[in-house]
């Protein structure tokens, strides 16, 4: 089974820690913050990608 800290660095759900450790979310929420530790994803930006929004397409009804 895996540690907290492992799990935390694996930029995974909180749902799927929480399963991976036998442990409510609430449980490895509360852990988390009494470590220390960021349960935040590392590599998304908050309020999504713009850049991953699909395009219009051009030229319709012009």
Known sequence: MAT???VA???IPTGVR???LGRSEDAIRANAEA???????ANRPPYGNVSSLPLLPTGIGA
Do not use: Y
């Open 4 to 6: 907290p800290p492992e």
């Open 18 to 20: 929480s399963i991976k």
């Open 9 to 11: 660095d694996g930029n």
């Open 35 to 41: 470590e220390g530790i960021s349960l935040a994803p």
